[in-house]
T-cell receptor, first 114, second 114 residues
Framework: GDSVTQMEGPVTLSEEAFLTINCTYT??????LFWYVQYPGEGLQLLLK???ADDKGSNKGFEATYRKETTSFHLEKGSVQVSDSAVYFC?????????????WGAGTKLIIKP | EAQVTQNPRYLITVTGKKLTVTCSQNMNHEYMSWYRQDPGLGLRQIYY???????DKGDVPEGYKVSRKEKRNFPLILESPSPNQTSLYFC?????????????FGEGSRLTVL
């Protein structure tokens, strides 16, 4: 079945460092891809999405490009801030028992040190 | 303000004492879902509902019940809680669950079963 694999955390960086969180997927068809973020003590919220190959999603300085050839959707940010410390989830919209569902990666905890 | 509201936010209970976690959304969303989040396991879906009176099992439904009698509410019922149901629970809703569906999450309910 469809699945999402993301790099294990925690990932610890200094402020202003470049961030990459890897996400790869296995899916039949052409799923939409998502990154969600969970700040401490809060629920998840959508960070960005891409619905077809070569689309680039972007929001709050984060970017991710839907790469069909490498089945990847890596999250990047050029200069992270302490406020970016959170757990990041990669997900795809896949068919499960004839209904579309979000299939989640395990989450990557990001810690930014001042 | 558009939101998903869960109650209670925190609960400590004892094995076998029935409890209900309520979830309500004010966005007229058709799709609602319950997840549990455990360290190292990411998000796991418990039950979901495509619309009123339509519910389906997710990945980990054992020990839980749900009902969807009206569009805005989707309560999670633990008939006889056990310690392995100690977890952080999230309710989520979406306008539609499809290729580009965005999930809106509640703030979470932290449940401890002694």
């Amino acid at each position: 079945g469809d699945s999402v694999t993301q790099m294990e955390g925690p990932v610890t960086l200094s402020e202003e460092a470049f961030l990459t969180i890897n996400c790869t997927y296995t899916a039949t068809g052409y799923p939409s891809l998502f990154w969600y973020v969970q700040y401490p003590g809060e629920g998840l919220q959508l960070l960005l999405k891409a619905t077809k190959a070569d689309d680039k999603g972007s929001n709050k300085g984060f970017e991710a490009t839907y790469r069909k050839e490498t089945t990847s959707f890596h999250l990047e940010k050029g200069s992270v801030q302490v406020s970016d410390s959170a757990v990041y989830f990669c997900a795809l919209s896949g068919k499960v028992n004839s209904n579309y569902q979000l299939i989640w990666g395990a989450g990557t905890k990001l810690i930014i040190k001042p | 303000e558009a939101q998903v509201t869960q109650n209670p936010r925190y609960l400590i209970t004892v094995t076998g004492k029935k409890l209900t976690v309520t979830c309500s959304q004010n966005m007229n969303h058709e799709y609602m879902s319950w997840y549990r989040q455990d360290p190292g396991l990411g998000l796991r879906q418990i039950y979901y509902s495509m619309n009123v009176e339509v519910t389906d099992k997710g990945d980990v439904p054992e020990g839980y019940k749900v009902s969807r009698k009206e569009k805005r509410n989707f309560p999670l019922i633990l008939e006889s809680p056990s310690p392995n149901q100690t977890s952080l629970y999230f309710c989520a809703s979406s306008r539609r669950q499809g290729l580009d569906g965005e999930l809106f999450f509640g703030e979470g309910s932290r449940l401890t079963v002694l």
